[in-house]
């Protein structure tokens, strides 16, 4: 069965300290691989797509790698607002439109 | 612009009643999905609409769930005989085309007593 599975649960970070949050998969031949923020009572808000493993993206202090089994969102240097729960999902070979989702990361920047 | 829209946003209702959840898609978004968000776990798959095209209910949990999309537009959740294990929060989420990014809408939080 496809997985995707985030780790850590949660992440309690100082005011710039850097780190970096795990996003790993068994789906062979993803057809992307996303990530999302959801802020508490609020609906996740998209931040990047990946397609092929070595690509990177980067949005303001955050930046996402992919490799085959795994992609990583780095946070440099994060700030209190980035406080939020980051969500991983996963589109599968078979599918235009399904994703499997992890389970989130919950990130905790205290100043 | 506006975004996804749901309503209403919280919602108690006793074990055993009918409810509806209500979702105003981004304008111009022919997808459009219905997702149930409990703690601890990610995003359950309930329902795809893409156009006009019949729609994917293969994630519904029971026929007790049910999901229209009136002039491919808004959206209706209904679910029937409301269940203590139904309380979660309903996402709904919209976007231009099968792959592309979801907006979503910031739920409904459902609590069956």
């Known amino acids: 069965e496809d997985q995707v599975t985030q780790s850590p649960e949660a992440l309690r970070l100082q005011e710039g300290e850097s780190s970096s949050l795990n996003c790993s998969y068994t789906?062979?031949?993803?057809?992307?691989l996303f990530w999302y923020r959801q802020d508490p009572g609020k609906g996740p808000e998209f931040l990047f797509t990946?397609?092929?493993?070595?690509e990177e993206k980067e949005k303001e202090r955050l930046k996402a790698t992919l490799t085959k089994k795994e992609s990583f969102l780095h946070i440099t240097a994060p700030k209190p607002e980035d406080s939020a729960t980051y969500l991983c999902?996963?589109?599968?070979?078979?599918?235009?439109?399904?994703?499997?989702w992890g389970a989130g990361t919950k990130l905790i920047i205290k100043p | 612009g506006a975004g996804v829209s749901q309503s209403p946003s919280n919602k108690v209702t006793e074990k055993g009643k009918d409810v509806e959840l209500r979702c105003d898609p981004i304008s111009g978004h022919t997808a459009l999905y219905w997702y149930r968000q409990s703690l601890g776990q990610g995003l359950e798959f309930l329902i795809y609409f893409q156009g006009n095209s019949a729609p994917d209910k293969s994630g519904l949990p029971s026929d007790r769930f049910s999901a229209e999309r009136t002039g491919g537009s808004v959206s209706t959740l209904t679910i029937q005989r409301t269940q203590q294990e139904d309380s979660a929060v309903y996402l709904c989420?919209?976007?231009?085309?099968?792959?592309?990014?979801?907006?979503f809408g910031n739920g409904t939080r459902l609590t069956v007593t």
């Open positions: 990946l397609y092929s493993a070595g």
């Open positions: 789906v062979s031949g993803l057809r992307g």
């Open positions: 999902a996963v589109q599968p070979p078979d599918s235009n439109y399904q994703l499997i």
């Open positions: 989420a919209s976007s231009l085309g099968a792959s592309s990014p979801l907006h």
